[in-house]
């Protein structure tokens, strides 16, 4: 907005400071409103305003609509003053269309005319201003009419710098919302060539456009390593004076710098140093960085250590991508330990980041293990989580056979006082580690239990799982195994999880210990049935197998098991899975010969050799840091051994009369694992890297590989190959629909022969983050990939959505994770949705899915009284505020199913309340940016007739009917 001068916008400034001097709302408004209708006046009726009169109107109507008030005429005059040659004007001009006129009017195709007779001037003035428009609208209509003309502009002798800037940037912001609409291959050799432009500003403007179009196609702008070296030698070999318009405190432009750094980390090593000259060139500017920073500093303002560093670490950054020259990669490492205890924050945990992936590189490993004390230390005393997070990423990283004893024990005290948000990566680390490097079978069997006792809340069933594996793996560690969860179950506050552990190891390998007497059969027994009434239903159900186990290994206890297994409290069960057990183990007792028994309760055969299900877990979680550790030393294999039985456990079962389930393959201790491929199948190609990336161990096996999600259709949302899919209207499986997102937060989201994308959702109040994971399924490599949140105006004022920018290159079998961070400012009914671009062998892919971020999200549970809740059942009884829906039951009435998918909602499940026992009754309040809604439930089932009456009542009219119209689907 122009500065007043004088009299020049005297009507403007009277009119803010009437609006300022306002004293309440409803003063601010009149005042408004009266404006508002002198302006209407003033265009309808006079017909001779000038230039200057339109423009003081305008000016007002903008200044109006940023205060938020809806403006719904003067979009002609605005589109008038385009064709002014007063500069002023024509900035309100430009100024107005940007703002209030939407990219849908009428009046866009005379806002383009008007835009091309600018562009057409030689008004430099106004070439600017009408490229700041196109840019600020941004189109396809806008790529469409001056997709053409802007490369033109940019690459013209006759346009000057300032112009050339703005084409740049405007041409960049073309290319990122209508990537397809512009062809900027014949225009790619000059674009290169304006890194040799003499102006730095052309330059720097230049380098963002070039960034965006190498990512997108790395081939066809090969050329520019060569200049972007030249240019970078010129930068860092100069000293500050040289470039004094474009030195900041001392460091010549580091924006710059750090543009050309990072343009040459899209290319392969090989790529970069092919030419030898190039590649002198680079080391040398590389050196002379990491030279600069040993310099004193030329100034003790935090701009020029910021500037200086930013440099450093992404020069730092391309020296890990090439990954080739061990002295510039032992410099960088050194010079990063220098970071690792300075006072800034920030600097300790990019130097933590930085100093995990070169512990990587073969070069620099050793010389990272050097910072092995200081990076526990700084995990001891570190304020900041963040920080402490990639300390115990750097220390997984440098963690070899030669120092796993020692971190490993110093993660495990550390993990007794962890943050709870990194206690269950820290536990999936551990469990990685002792299996990966374990030389000694014992200490890894103490480890795992020890993690257990320390963090059993968050020691996920793949870790137990996995210990089991390897104890029934190794004969030499069973009688250990054995004797260690003997005597950690005789602790007085043992967990659940040791529980399972334990009961598992001494069903197959009691008899190893029972012939000492303080471990005897019944001993063993008593310790873990004391255990029983503590457990949860999964529990009970497994040490069900494993007394049934000792009744083949200890017959004196027989009868003393046989009572447990026909008491009343397990035979009548309400969990039908351990009334079975009971009920079928009892007469397996009973009647099966001794042979039988010892056959159908033999000790389990060696597990199949595949992936550990501990690292497909923390694939899962956190896909960006998996394999920071795990191809360093090809010779390392995990302790797994070789299975040496002929058959497979599955084959084994297969040929037993199972006493569960009335026969079929089954597991008499509950520990499922992935049935293997059918004879003669050929193994996928992409299997060692993505197999079970976000499936359980004990789910099915077409759920927890690409392989099988391939071959079967997949357990995903939506499926499809190219082309946009829409997700509730394309192919989906009717085992796990959209719908199910509605109360889980973890699955996949979309499969096909392609790519297979997952999701895992976090939400806190109105804030939430969802991970998504990309995994290529092809040998081949995604070029231009690009996720995006496609524009929707009813969520914009509703949802504030951030997304981390994602590597455009996905390799071949392998995985990228971004993260969006989502703010619910308001209620809202629409759901996002997330557009996919990639190019496949040269062929455009193009997918469409929707997030699962409705409003239940971003809603709490509740705790109330009976008195509280029907007082504020009554006080929400206006029409707007409650919704009721009485629908056909699509499954079968259960109780804890039904509370599952209550709780998963977001509400709380309260007990007691409503006198009719079968009704359920919930609360829960919604939080957004603004306000809060609070919900309440009822929900009447009728099992006689399959049907249900779901009630809810909110604070905020429309939204129990969009709550209502959610949950209906569940039940």
């Not at 929900?939 to 905020?956: C, D, F, G, H, W």
Request: net charge neutral; aromatic share 8%.
């Amino acid at each position: 907005m122009p500065a007043v001068k004088g009299d020049g916008m005297r009507g403007l400034a009277v009119f803010i400071s009437d609006i300022r001097n306002c004293k309440s709302k409803e003063a601010e408004e009149k005042r408004i409103n009266k404006e508002l209708a002198n302006i209407r006046s003033k265009f309808r009726s006079d017909k001779t305003l000038d230039g200057y009169q339109k423009k003081k109107y305008v000016c007002k109507l903008v200044f109006i609509f940023l205060l938020g008030h809806d403006i719904d005429f003067g979009h002609m005059e605005a589109v008038n003053l385009l064709s002014s040659n007063k500069y002023t004007e024509k900035q309100i001009g430009y100024l107005f269309i940007s703002v209030l006129v939407s990219a849908s009017s009428d009046l866009m195709k005379l806002v383009i005319q008007s835009i091309k007779n600018d562009l057409a001037s030689r008004n430099p003035v106004h070439i600017t201003l009408a490229l700041q428009c196109i840019a600020n609208i941004g189109n396809k209509e806008m790529a469409d009419a001056f997709g053409q003309e802007i490369p033109k502009l940019l690459v013209s002798g006759d346009t000057i710098d300032s112009v050339k800037q703005s084409a740049a940037l405007c041409l960049l912001k073309l290319i990122r919302n209508s990537p397809d609409a512009i062809a900027m291959s014949e225009w790619s050799s000059r674009i290169i060539h304006l890194l040799n432009d003499q102006n730095m500003g052309v330059v720097t403007a230049a380098m963002s456009l070039l960034e965006t179009l190498a990512k997108r196609n790395p081939d066809e702008y090969k050329g520019c390593i060569t200049l972007a070296v030249s240019r970078l030698s010129r930068i860092v070999t100069s000293s500050y004076t040289d470039l004094q318009d474009y030195t900041y405190y001392f460091v010549p432009a580091p924006w710059l710098s750090v543009k050309l750094l990072h343009l040459l980390q899209n290319y392969p090593p090989s790529v970069i140093v092919e030419d030898a000259g190039v590649k002198n060139r680079l080391t040398e500017c590389i050196e002379t960085i990491l030279n600069k920073a040993q310099e004193a500093p030329k100034s003790k303002k935090v701009q020029h250590s910021n500037a200086k560093n930013a440099v450093l670490f992404e020069a730092i950054n391309l020296i890990i991508h090439m990954d080739c020259d061990a002295n510039l990669l032992v410099r960088a490492c050194n010079q990063l330990g220098q970071f690792l205890q300075h006072r800034e924050t920030n600097l300790r945990y990019l130097a933590l980041e930085s100093m995990c992936l070169l512990a990587t590189s073969e070069f620099s490993h050793d010389t990272v293990k050097k910072h092995q004390e200081t990076v526990i230390t700084s995990l001891k005393t570190e304020r900041d989580v963040s920080v402490r997070q990639r300390a115990v990423d750097l220390l997984y990283a440098m963690c070899d056979r030669t120092n796993v004893q020692e971190i490993v024990s110093e993660m495990l005290t550390y993990l007794e006082m962890a943050d709870y948000s990194i206690r269950e990566e820290m536990v999936l680390k551990v469990a990685i580690l002792a299996e990966k490097y374990a030389v000694d079978y014992t200490w890894y069997v103490d480890t795992i239990l020890n993690l257990i006792r320390v963090a059993g809340d968050y020691v996920s069933e793949e870790v137990w799982y996995r210990v089991i594996q390897i104890v029934i793996n190794r004969d030499d560690v069973q009688g250990y195994a054995a004797k260690t969860v003997f005597e950690a179950l005789q602790a007085p506050a043992c967990h659940e999880n040791m529980v399972k552990v334990g009961g598992y190891i001494l069903g197959e390998f009691g008899n190893l210990i029972a012939g000492d007497p303080r471990s005897s059969p019944a001993t063993q027994f008593h310790l873990l049935h004391s255990k029983f009434h503590l457990c949860s239903g999964p529990t009970r159900q497994l040490l069900l197998s494993t007394y049934i186990k000792f009744v083949n290994l200890f017959g004196e206890i027989k009868p003393e098991i046989q009572e447990v297994l026909k008491n009343e409290n397990n035979t009548r069960n309400a969990d039908v899975e351990i009334q079975q057990r009971s009920i079928e183990y009892l007469q397996l007792s009973k009647t099966a010969t001794t042979d039988v028994l010892a056959t159908v309760l033999e000790e389990m055969p060696p597990f199949q050799e595949r992936e550990s299900s501990i690292l497909a877990k923390l694939k899962k979680k956190r896909p960006d840091k998996v394999n920071v550790n795990l191809d360093r030393h090809p010779s390392s294999s995990p302790i797994l051994p070789n299975a040496t039985a002929q058959k497979t456990q599955e084959q084994m079962m297969a040929n037993q009369s199972s006493p569960v389930n009335g026969g079929g393959t089954s597991d008499l201790l509950g520990l499922s694992t992935s049935p293997p491929a059918e004879h003669g199948a050929n193994p996928s190609s992409y299997s060692g890297v993505l197999i079970d990336v976000l499936g359980d161990l004990g789910g099915d096996a077409s759920k927890n590989s690409f392989s099988a999600a391939a071959a079967g259709g997949g357990d995903s949302v939506a499926s499809g190959a190219g082309g946009g899919i829409d997700l509730l209207a394309g192919t989906v499986c009717p085992e796990d629909t959209f719908n199910k997102f509605i109360t889980k937060n973890n699955g996949i989201l979309f499969e096909n022969d392609l790519i297979q994308i997952g999701i895992k959702c976090e939400f806190r109040q109105n804030l939430g983050r969802l991970c998504l994971f990309y995994g290529n399924k092809t040998s081949f490599t995604f070029v231009g990939f690009l996720p995006e949140i496609e524009p929707d105006e009813s969520l914009t004022s509703s949802l504030q959505i951030q997304m981390v920018p994602v590597d455009v290159t996905v390799e071949g079998g392998a995985q990228k994770q971004q993260v969006i961070n989502i703010q619910c400012a308001s209620d809202f009914t629409n759901i996002p949705t997330l557009t996919l671009h990639f190019q496949y062998s040269s062929v455009p892919q193009k997918f469409q899915m929707k997030l699962p971020v409705m409003l239940n999200k971003f809603m709490e549970a509740a705790q109330m009284d009976s008195s509280q809740f029907f007082q504020r059942w009554k006080i929400l009884s206006q029409p707007g505020q409650e919704s009721q829906k009485i629908c056909k039951a699509q499954n079968p009435f259960n109780a804890d199913a039904i509370k599952a998918k209550l709780l998963g909602f977001g509400l709380s499940v309260l007990e007691g309340i409503d006198p009719h026992p079968d009704n359920f009754v919930s609360a829960g309040i919604i939080h957004t940016s603004s306000h809060q809604i609070g919900c309440l439930l009822r929900l009447e089932p009728n099992k006689q007739v399959q049907m249900y009456r779901l009630t809810i009542r909110a604070s905020k009219d429309g939204a129990a009917k969009r709550l209502c119209d959610l949950l209906e689907t569940q039940f």
